[in-house]
């Protein structure tokens, strides 16, 4: 049964959305990027949304850069990660779930889709390296979900572009290690390597599995790029929060929030993370002990 309550924030949905409604470009072929997919683990779609379309998206992540008093816990020597922009933003919220993005994403990931996280990662002149990962190694999550990555501004090897392991994420989850500053650092083998230049708006479309990490910005200009991740409906996040946001079902456009994850109605899902699930219970209840100590300190 579907959960229809309706959420305070789906009031902002009604309203007609305000990027350029257009399907992918005549002869993009979806079957042949789900096949790129397959092999390599991610696609470049240059030049998805315009100029423009950057900018707006660009505004919308320096608001919410202005309105966050606390930084996250990977904003470090220059790098600063924003989240949230989806939930707070509408013309961001708008372009996630935009058909043009469905169309790209339901040969590769599938037509029934929800957003459970974004990022904006801006590197500031001087900022440092941001260390090789997959994503799957911070969130913890047991399947393969895609990560829409577009570029806000110009990046390219000298102010810290996108370097990925071309067909790293048919390895699977690989180990990983805390190396402090809020980063999580791979513990194999990187293999080959591909640094994507970028200019404001390409996307690149790649797996959660995905090695990839960028390099210094040696620059002088900030570069500021966004990531939001897709996972299909059946699958579940642990630890995302509610609300969650639908992007698509049936491959069709259909942006709206609900309180509950599809996927958490599944046995083998809640099984599936049955452990992570109790590991996070401990620290919450352990949480006021461990305040209580501090203070007493």
Known sequence: MSDNR?????????????ITERTLAPGDDGEARAREFAEQG?????????????????????QCV????????LTDRGIVYTGGIYLRREFTRSV????????LLRPI???????????????????????WH???????????????????TETCQKNGALTLAPGSHKRGLLPHK??????????????????????????????????HCTGPNEAEQSRVAYVAEYMPLADYAFD?????????????????????????????????????????AAKQALKPVRQALRRKR
């Not at 309706?6 to 305000?18: C, D, E, I």
């Not at 029934?112 to 904006?120: E, G, P």
């Not at 980063?183 to 591909?194: K, L, P, R, Y």
């Open 6 to 18: 309706v959420h305070p924030l789906q009031t902002t949905l009604a309203s007609p959305f305000p």
């Open 42 to 62: 991610f696609t470049v779609a240059r030049g998805f949304f315009s100029k423009a379309e950057a900018a707006r998206m660009l505004a919308d992540v320096q």
């Open 66 to 73: 202005a309105a966050d008093k606390v930084p996250t816990s």
């Open 96 to 103: 996630l779930a935009s058909q043009r993005v469905i169309d």
């Open 109 to 131: 990931a599938g037509g029934d889709l929800w957003v459970c996280m974004d990022q904006a990662v801006t590197k500031h002149q001087g900022a440092g390296v941001f260390r």
């Open 134 to 152: 997959q994503d799957n190694g911070y969130n913890h999550l047991k399947v393969q979900h895609y990560q829409l990555w577009i570029a806000l």
């Open 178 to 211: 805390f190396v402090g500053g809020g980063q999580m650092e791979v513990q194999a083998d990187i293999g080959d390597t591909v640094c994507i230049d970028a200019t404001a708006g390409d996307v690149i479309l790649f797996s959660s599995l995905m090695l």
């Open 240 to 280: 995302a929060t509610p609300p969650y946001f639908v992007a698509a079902q049936k491959g069709l456009s259909a942006p709206h929030f609900v309180p509950t994850q599809q996927g958490a109605r599944s046995i083998k899902n809640q099984l599936m993370y049955l452990g992570p699930r109790m590991v996070r």
